[in-house]
Nanobody, 128 residues
Framework: QAPLVESGGGSVQAGGSLTLFCETPRTYVWESECLGWFRQVPGKDREGVASLSDTGFKNYADSVKGRATISKDKTKKILSLVIENVNAEDTGIYYC?????????????????????WGQGVQVTVSS
């Protein structure tokens, strides 16, 4: 199982921006990767935030559409997520996820069931 490691979480002022990173080990080979970001708050279901297919197709949850950008550096094997103009509803534990078998259509569904590999999560707290 590929260990994914998130970084960049912490406290963010409302109206500001947050940037998260997800790294995979150098020995982990990216092959047709579907990559994604999810978040969860206590008492709520995990929410798909953004996904990026191997062909470059991006999909975003309605809650972040227009504010979020998912991107990857395939050479460095780093996945990034930027959310601008954050608000209290962006608070949560953010997880990155990867899968090498998902179709582009499945990747775009933002379903946690699609992904085989997960990071441990990083806390993001938006304060007013």
């Amino acid at each position: 199982q590929a260990p994914l490691v998130e970084s960049g979480g912490g406290s963010v002022q409302a109206g500001g921006s947050l940037t998260l990173f997800c790294e995979t080990p150098r020995t982990y080979v990216w092959e047709s990767e579907c990559l994604g970001w999810f978040r969860q708050v206590p008492g709520k279901d995990r929410e798909g935030v953004a996904s990026l297919s191997d062909t470059g197709f991006k999909n975003y949850a309605d809650s972040v559409k227009g504010r979020a950008t998912i991107s990857k550096d395939k050479t460095k094997k780093i996945l990034s997520l930027v959310i601008e103009n954050v608000n209290a509803e962006d608070t949560g534990i953010y997880y990155c996820a990867a899968d090498r078998w998902a179709s582009n259509n499945d990747c775009a569904q933002l379903s946690g069931a699609t992904f085989h590999y997960w990071g441990q999560g990083v806390q993001v707290t938006v304060s007013s």
